[in-house]
């Protein structure tokens, strides 16, 4: 009987890890929408971040951040102003806001999601996203069906 309890709790254990180690699948609850403004974006309140990475995987754009924190809450927004530059393609500017409610210093990595579906009706045929305080271009093209 020990045998058996010992056998039925391991498989429990397996069953729990392989449900929980899912990091690879994102949760459409943690995509976030973009935040259309028609304030500059020198007008958006933003406290000190650093962005990692970026990279878009279908229309998710995924931004790897990080930040002092640890023991507070914290918000982010991506903002885009609507405009495109006459160019081909498109180029977009765009601002990453991020409020962090917290004051204790610990190095925080975080990843943000947020659907780009917004922009389809401009970058229909690709987009080049130039996001604030990033280096590098960020392409954009809309994944076929």
Do not use: W
């Not at 023991?71 to 927004?77: L, P, Q, R, Y």
């Amino acid at each position: 009987m020990k045998t058996k309890n010992q056998i039925t709790f391991f498989l429990m254990i397996l069953l729990f890890i392989g449900v929980s180690c899912n990091s690879s699948r994102t949760s459409t609850a943690n995509i976030r929408p973009i935040t259309t403004t028609t304030l500059t974006y020198d007008e958006i309140a933003s406290d000190p971040f650093g962005i990692d990475t970026v990279y878009m995987q279908k229309k998710t754009m995924i931004v790897a951040i990080n930040y002092g924190g640890g023991c507070g809450t914290c918000e982010a927004a991506l903002y885009y102003n609507g405009i495109a530059a006459l160019s081909m393609p498109p180029q977009l500017s765009m601002k990453l806001a991020f409020i962090d409610n917290d004051k204790c210093r610990a190095t925080i990595r975080d990843t943000l999601y947020f659907d780009m579906s917004e922009i389809e009706p401009i970058a229909h045929n690709g987009a080049i996203i130039r996001l604030q305080n990033y280096d590098h271009a960020i392409k954009y093209n809309i994944p076929t069906p």
